[in-house]
């Protein structure tokens, strides 16, 4: 397996683990953006994936029953050979921010 590959099937297991800690919290995939002018539905894991890996960087959307607005997180590929920093950055506004953040945090600190 070449070197990209090998730092691509970590990137997968990156995002996978990090939508899968979200839906446990309650989020909901919704849709990514890939850089274009609109939003592609995503409504589940694969579909996620899928659209995250047809570009560069992507921000994929999650909403919350409890929240009003949606969250997302943003990947760049290629960041770390061993696909750990896969996920570059995360927003949240106020109504959400503690729950996403808090998931999204724990996450990380499980991945070291």
């Given at each position: 397996m070449s070197a990209v590959a090998k730092r691509q099937q970590a990137e997968r297991r990156v995002i996978r683990?990090?939508?899968?800690?979200?839906?446990?919290?309650?989020?909901?995939?919704?849709e990514v953006n890939d850089g274009g002018e609109t939003d592609e539905p995503a409504t589940t894991e694969g579909a996620m994936i899928e659209a995250a890996f047809?570009?560069?960087?992507a921000r994929l959307y999650f909403k919350h029953p409890d929240h009003e607005?949606?969250?997302?997180?943003?990947?760049?590929?290629?960041?770390?050979?061993?696909g750990s920093e896969v996920i570059a950055?995360?927003?949240?506004?106020?109504?959400?921010?503690?729950?996403?953040?808090?998931?999204?945090?724990?996450?990380?600190?499980r991945l070291g």
């Open positions: 683990g990090a939508i899968r800690a979200l839906k446990a919290a309650g989020w909901l995939p919704l047809a570009v560069d960087e607005r949606r969250c997302w997180f943003f990947v760049v590929f290629g960041n770390a050979e061993d950055d995360y927003c949240c506004p106020e109504d959400g921010r503690k729950s996403f953040s808090d998931t999204l945090d724990a996450y990380a600190a």
